[in-house]
């Protein structure tokens, strides 16, 4: 099976998990908008803010540790469940430390909900580990089913514990933490780590080496925190909570492309591991970057283009706000998709010193263009501070990544989707109900035209069942 085979089958694995029940949540966002007010829905956000921040500092990353070396053993039973041991163990105690610690702070802090700030980072901690340790065995269908099953659990918990026990922001908390119990279980059991967590496989030696790699990381995940999720503190201590229960139904729909991006870089990040070395090194990543321009490219101008005829139905005229800060974040996402896949290449050589670099920079920009424009411009300073960082982060990324792989851009593509996304956003400031249907047409024909190769490639691969001797030629 040639590279391009095997990670969009690797890819069509993981993401029966994940978007499965997104698109779920996606469509149950009228129910939450109508059933939540603006300030319970930013107080939940929150929440899940805070835990974004404290989960790469109490499990330092190990997550991605634990898969990036286990890729190198996945033959060698002994390696596995050393590996597999150590950060398991590693993670028990961690977790330990933190909820002592937690019950101390916890004296400090008046809030109703701080409870679910301990138990909740510690169930989530524990399902990206587990989670982690399936796909670097190479398990993605526990994966898939894993994560599948943690979406579907809170889901169904969710409209169950907010419409008919009516209990608000703690009805998502409890439906969040019953999801992750869930995970973890099936893929203790799935996978039978049991069987591989004993004290006599605990290396010290394998654990250093391990931490050496994801603690590198840890900067530049309060890094990604700091551009993606201070928004949401500076928000709410500035404008109040109410206006991030806005800004966070705005960010919902971005969120989607987050998503997609988050299950497609998880294989893209193993096939660069496994190819950064390959001859064809510079041909394989230039095709695929230009796949994920192509693909993500259409993807966010459809939905620009189709928003003002849905926004509407999907949320409640209490979150109106949200409209106007759409746009900014989808085009936003889009530039944090493509330097996440850049990102790939820095993983792939274990540069992980270059990514933290990159991504402080970003953060600092994002805070300060944030707190300089938040008391005149309001949720826009948050959405365009978002939009500058990851757009230099982009560039810059972009530009340093060369000495590694050099690969092709394709300028009139380039072109052509700058133009696009110009019209689409006028259009879709303007309201101007005749102007938005003929910019949706426009953009669904080019959106296909752009894909045409793309989608050819994976109809065939369909057809030939991901075997055979086909070649992707474009």
């Known amino acids: 099976m040639n590279k391009e085979k095997q990670l969009f089958k690797n890819t069509a694995i993981v993401s029966i998990g994940k978007l499965c029940t997104q698109l779920i949540t996606f469509f149950l966002l009228p129910l939450y908008t109508y059933a939540l007010s603006t300030e319970e829905y930013g107080i939940v956000d929150l929440l899940n803010t805070l835990i974004s921040l404290f989960i790469p500092i109490v499990i330092l990353q ?50 109703d909900y701080k409870y679910f700030l301990a138990i909740n980072l510690v169930a989530i901690a524990f399902s990206t580990i587990l989670l982690q340790i399936s796909r670097g065995i190479g398990d993605n269908v526990r994966y898939a089913v894993g994560s599948f099953l943690t979406g579907l659990v809170t889901v169904i918990l969710n409209v169950v514990l907010i419409i008919v026990f009516h209990l608000g ?118 095709k695929i970057f230009k796949l994920y321009i192509q693909f993500f490219g259409a993807l966010c101008l459809g939905v620009i283009a189709f928003m003002p005829f849905v926004f509407s139905i999907l949320v409640n005229s209490k979150f109106n706000g949200a409209y106007y800060q759409i746009p900014i974040l989808i085009i936003a996402t889009f530039f944090n998709i493509l330097t996440s896949f850049l990102g790939s290449i820095y993983i792939a050589k274990k540069l992980t010193n270059e990514i933290a670099k990159t991504s ?86 080019y959106a296909i035209y752009i894909n045409k190769n793309n989608a050819k490639f994976i109809i065939d691969l369909i057809k030939n069942k991901l075997g055979g001797n086909f070649v992707h030629k474009q």
């Open 360 to 445: 402080m920079i970003s953060a600092l920009i994002n805070i300060i263009i944030n707190i300089s424009l938040i008391h005149f411009i309001g949720l826009y300073a948050a959405s365009i501070s978002t939009l500058v960082s990851y757009f230099i982060m982009f560039i810059y990324r972009l530009i340093d990544s060369k000495k590694y792989v050099k690969m092709q851009l394709n300028q009139k593509l380039l072109f052509s989707l700058m133009l696009m996304c110009v019209i689409t956003i006028v259009a879709y400031y303007i309201k101007n109900i005749y102007l938005c249907v003929i910019v949706a047409v426009i953009i669904t024909i």
């Open 169 to 286: 922001a703690y009805g998502l908390l409890i439906a969040s933490l019953c999801g992750n119990i869930i995970c973890i279980i099936y893929i203790l059991f799935a996978k039978k780590l049991y069987n591989y967590t004993k004290v006599k496989y605990f290396d010290k030696a394998i654990l250093k080496y391990i931490l050496k790699y994801s603690i590198l990381l840890v900067p530049n995940m309060l890094s990604w925190w700091i551009v993606s999720a201070s928004d949401r503190l500076i928000i709410s201590t500035i404008i109040g909570v109410s206006a991030n229960g806005i800004y966070s139904a705005a960010n919902h729909f971005s969120g989607i492309f987050s998503t997609l991006n988050s299950v497609i870089n998880m294989t893209w990040t193993e096939s660069a591991a496994l190819n950064i070395e390959a001859e064809d090194k510079e041909q394989f990543f230039s």
């Open 62 to 111: 190990i997550d991605q540790g634990v898969f990036r070396y286990l890729l190198d053993v996945r033959d060698k039973e002994e390696e596995k469940k050393k590996i597999i041991s150590s950060t398991i163990f590693f993670t028990i105690i961690q977790s330990v430390i933190y909820l002592i610690l937690f019950s101390f702070a916890s004296q400090f802090i008046h809030n």
